[in-house]
């Protein structure tokens, strides 16, 4: 009976650190599109959200790579990381995100790789307000734990 209740419990330890539970979700929010692209939203902007800045840029020979100007070390001279990355279905990808343009909330948005989903939209330049609930309220009512999150958030921070 020890046995089982052991092995029951490292399973149960395994499954709580497995990748998946620590997977960053953010959002979590479904992605609308209308099939295209949308290069003219994606190309003449910075991308801009939370602690990721990519510039993305298409080659002469119809590719695409991230230029991603966030730095670990604080340095502001520090050259770009360069990224390679390809179009899956309506959104451009690399190794670790993927960008598109959502068409419901009309943003581009930064999707999770593997669930392309919404981590997080990306504001519009010199934006420095927190999420709001006029903004709030244009995404959808599967996530109400997340819409709830921040709106007690815009309360305590108002």
Known sequence: MKKIIM???LLIGAIGFSEEEFGYKGYDLPFTSDG??????LLKRAINADD?????KKLKDGKYQFWDY???SGDENESPQIT???VEKNVLCDEYICVGYDTKLNTPVILNRKTKRIIVTVRPEGYDKID???HLAKFPEDNPEMYKLYR???KLYK
């Open 84 to 86: 390679n990355a390809t």
């Open 52 to 56: 990721v800045s990519i510039e993305i």
């Open 7 to 9: 092995a029951l419990l």
């Open 152 to 154: 007690d958030y815009y």
């Open 70 to 72: 966030a730095s670990d």
């Open 36 to 41: 295209k692209l949308h290069e003219e939203a």
């Open 132 to 134: 709001d609930p006029e």
